[in-house]
């Protein structure tokens, strides 16, 4: 598996959009991008996936340029309660969905 | 929503015994994980189980770990004989279908294990 490195902390103040950017060299073609979260004490929770270009859900924005070695998670007018843990993960494509988690990025949210 | 729901949430026990973990995945579910997470360190895969084998494991699911599925709801986690160094957060997981570029994992709130 394409190991992943993102930035292990960040700062933002509420009401900014955060981006976090992940690279990940080595990924191969049938590797998909996916991001969690983890607030202290709970389970990772899906935030989003994607393979290449830009996905969007209700909650944040991927963009995965084209040769796909590295991805940009977006959180839009982050809150307080969007401090957490968030992880970059190259899954693989198929076969059992073994996530390996990295140390993520701890995002901090400041009032 | 279907969550996937864990017991007990916190657990201590004493070195060398016996310890359930027990899980009750999202009903329509068939892949089912254990996760587990030392305080301050790195979600690390355990195994993953489907059709009521393992699928995989990692190198710390050693022969002091087994996993069941013993009637259609529940998915447990057995240590059999604990160690201090089993002391973590152990997450259970499923999800409906096979292939990680299908959709996501769905992880429990977590069972905190204590071994004195």
């Known amino acids: 598996l394409a190991k992943t490195t993102q930035p292990i902390s960040m700062d933002s103040y509420e009401g900014q959009e955060v981006n976090i950017t992940c690279s990940h060299n080595?990924?191969?073609?049938?590797?998909?991008i996916t991001w969690y979260q983890q607030f202290p004490s709970q389970g990772p929770r899906f935030i989003i996936q994607?393979?290449?270009t830009k996905v969007t859900n209700e909650v944040a924005s991927l963009f995965i340029p084209a040769d796909r070695k590295s991805s940009t998670l977006s959180l839009p007018r982050v809150s307080l309660s969007d401090t957490a843990v968030y992880y970059c993960l190259v899954a693989r494509g198929t076969g059992a969905n073994n996530l390996f988690f990295g140390t993520g990025t701890r995002l901090t949210v400041i009032p | 929503e279907p969550e996937v729901t864990q017991t007990p949430s916190h657990q201590v026990t004493q070195m060398g015994q016996e310890v359930i973990l027990r899980c009750v995945p999202i009903s329509n579910h068939l892949y089912f994980y254990w996760y587990r997470q030392i305080l301050g360190q790195k979600v690390e895969f355990l195994v993953s189980f489907y059709n009521n084998e393992i699928s995989e494991k990692s190198e710390i699911f050693d022969d002091q770990f087994s996993v069941e599925r013993p009637d259609g709801s529940n998915f447990t986690l057995k240590i059999r004989s604990t160690k201090l160094e089993d002391s973590a957060m152990y997450f259970c997981a499923s999800t409906p279908r096979r292939g990680t570029n299908t959709g996501e994992l769905f992880f429990g709130e977590g069972s905190r294990l204590t071994v004195l």
């Open positions: 994607g393979y290449k």
């Open positions: 080595n990924i191969a073609t049938n590797d998909y």
